[in-house]
């Protein structure tokens, strides 16, 4: 049994990615599991910074006195997995551009995520051969539009249609949504805790799981940080990452205790650890609105 954290290290994380470590890491050691660390650097294999950023990520985990079990998992050097189960799966070519498919389809889903309309399903090997021409395909999985219900541990139960979606994208990169499967089962991973702004890939991956052989994890998708403007936090909202508040004095262990406050479980000044706040952590008391970082 195991929990993880998995981010991408594309910059530092802030404030509402150590807010959801902390709350994956509580979920897991609570219950008993291990607590896994993958880092998620497919987009990212070009960038020469990545493995820096990763770095520092790990580093500003543990300086919250955050731990994982094991070494940490790279995406980048699990190419050979991700193309062992794609070639697993009933899959078909798909030439359709972002646009084809915008014009296509229904109204956007959660998240803007518009449905696959189905355009490039069943076209013939000589309609593909000619497409093949004009551009690069992407690799669609057959679905039978599943419907596939899952179960989030704030959220409740949630159903969605599961559409014929990407897993190989067009630059032969491994799509998201299969390499988190791929890599949670393998991993034995059965608790999944990550932000919100998911919680609409579950139903697809929670498909993908059972597809791959695995079983679908318990889901626990935490409520997203914004800012004073309601907008998701990023970067730009100031100083949001431990490193910009080390710069104003603020140590990671006065981090830890505002995180800690944040979820009802410590005094806006009280020193606190993990392992202190594990005593006191209960599921079901999580506050379940976004977190205003002001
Ligand atoms: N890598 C994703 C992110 O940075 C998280 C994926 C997941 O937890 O499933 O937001």
């Known amino acids: 049994m195991a929990g993880r954290f998995a981010p991408s290290p594309t910059s530092d994380l802030h404030l509402g990615n150590l807010r959801t470590a ?34 520092r990520q790990l580093a500003d985990l543990t300086a919250l006195g955050l731990d994982f079990d094991g070494t940490p998992v790279w995406q980048s050097r699990r190419l050979d997995r991700y193309a062992a189960a794609v070639a ?64 989030d541990r704030w959220a409740g139960e949630l159903t969605g249609v599961v559409d014929d979606f990407v897993v190989l994208r067009n630059d032969g990169v491994p799509a998201y949504n299969l390499a988190v499967v791929v890599d949670d089962v393998a991993q034995g991973v059965d ?69 800690a406050h944040s979820l009802g479980l410590a005094g806006p000044d009280e020193p606190v650890t993990p392992a202190l706040l594990l005593t006191r952590f209960d599921p079901d008391a999580l506050p379940r609105e976004p977190w205003i970082v002001a």
């Open 191 to 259: 608790q999944v805790v990550r932000g919100d702004d998911l919680l609409s890939s579950s139903p697809r991956q929670a498909w993908l799981t059972r597809r791959l052989g695995g079983e679908i994890p318990e889901y626990a998708h935490v409520p997203l940080a914004v800012n004073a403007e309601g907008r998701r936090l990023a970067k730009r909202d100031g100083a949001v990452t431990l490193a910009d508040m080390g710069r104003s004095g603020v140590t990671p262990p006065q981090v830890l205790t505002r995180l």
């Open 22 to 55: 902390l709350i994956a890491w509580l979920l897991a050691r609570g219950t008993g599991r291990a607590f896994l660390l993958r880092i998620e650097d497919l987009d990212t294999q070009r960038v020469a910074a990545a493995p820096e950023v990763a770095a």
């Open 88 to 151: 697993a799966l009933d899959t078909y070519e798909c030439f359709c551009t972002r646009r084809e498919i915008a014009e296509a389809a229904s109204a956007p889903h959660a998240g803007g995520y518009r449905p696959y309309p189905g355009t490039c399903r069943d076209l013939t090997e000589a309609e593909r051969e000619r497409r093949r021409r004009v551009r690069p395909p992407a690799t669609r999985v057959r679905t039978g539009d599943a419907v596939q219900t899952v179960t």
